[in-house]
């Protein structure tokens, strides 16, 4: 009896704090398929390089154990106005973790997209540092400061391929399975938090509200024309957000995967780093149902 599993190529999906859905989605998927090949735009980018890697079980673990100090020890504001955030500190820990290894390096096909700003084109990075592809992949407009890589101005790949499937075209794989990070909730998913990550969670959301505060009076002098329901960063991200799902509309109407996983737009926002656990968790849940709904 033939017992392999099937190869598959990962289209692993942007969607900011949503991506930590990929972690869980990964561990489900290696439970059935192999994965020789990776393609991943931002968090997508992120989460796959980590995997091919082999680097995203001790990356779990250290997100799942971090605290609210720790959290904000890795948050360096920068100076230089092309972004909130310059990301040092957070690529200086991931550095150690995967070292200075290259993407031709890898044991498995790896592609991490991103946006050259210039140009006004899509960039698939397909060797060199994968550090470099990693951090140019992620860095989201006016939050992460841009990547400049062989003279190229790099950012976020989410904002012109946000579901990167055409570089998987050419693998040569039984399956193509793609995580999308904005997809339409068709039914509500409960995810239960131990108690550890709940505190963790609620003190994190709470220090990144007063940072969020403390940002919109520097950048807004006149608070009382803001709007009170959403702030600046809640309209930063459903922004995003909005504009990947136009952009995925026409990205999946030239290339479809044989498989779709999806994991809902309203699952947590954009920029709530702090519920780790949880998406992880939802992650795994919808995987499981997806893929027991293809088996059947």
């Not at 040092?88 to 997209?113: N, R």
């Not at 062989?150 to 039984?174: F, K, M, W």
Request: one cysteine or more; hydrophobic letters at 45%.
């Amino acid at each position: 009896m033939n017992t392999a599993k099937q190869k598959i190529s990962l289209v692993l999906g942007s969607g900011g704090a949503r991506g930590y859905a990929h972690i869980g989605v990964i561990e489900e998927l290696e439970k059935t398929y192999e994965i020789v090949s990776i393609s991943g735009s931002s968090m997508g980018a992120f989460v796959g390089a980590l995997y091919a890697c082999g680097k995203l079980q001790e990356f779990k673990e250290w997100i799942l154990t971090l605290d609210a100090i720790a959290v904000m020890k890795l948050v360096d504001l920068s100076l230089t106005g092309k972004g909130i955030i310059s990301g040092d500190k957070v690529f200086l820990v991931i550095e150690k973790m995967i070292g200075d290894i290259k993407i031709e390096d890898l044991p498995i096909s790896y592609t991490a997209v991103a946006t050259d700003i210039i140009k006004q084109k899509e960039v698939w990075l397909q060797k060199g540092s994968l550090l470099d592809a990693v951090r140019a992949s992620v860095a989201i407009p006016t939050i992460f400061t841009p990547k400049e890589l062989h003279g190229r101005y790099l950012v976020d790949g989410g904002v012109l391929n946000p579901l990167p499937i055409a570089p998987t075209v050419s693998d040569i794989t039984d399956l193509t399975i793609a995580v999308s990070l904005n997809a339409i909730a068709s039914k509500k998913y409960t995810i239960e938090l131990p108690k550890q990550a709940d505190d963790t969670s609620s003190k994190i959301r709470s220090l990144f509200f007063k940072i969020a505060q403390k940002t919109e009076k520097a950048l807004e002098p006149e608070p009382q024309k803001k709007m009170k329901s959403l702030g600046m960063f809640d309209i930063m991200g459903r922004t995003i957000d909005i504009m990947q799902n136009a952009v995925l509309d026409c990205k999946m109407a030239g290339y479809s995967p044989d498989l779709l996983i999806g994991i809902p737009n309203d699952a947590c926002g954009f920029y709530e780093f702090h519920r780790a656990y949880e998406m992880i968790e939802l992650g795994k849940v919808i995987t499981q149902s997806v893929i027991s709904d293809n088996q059947n």
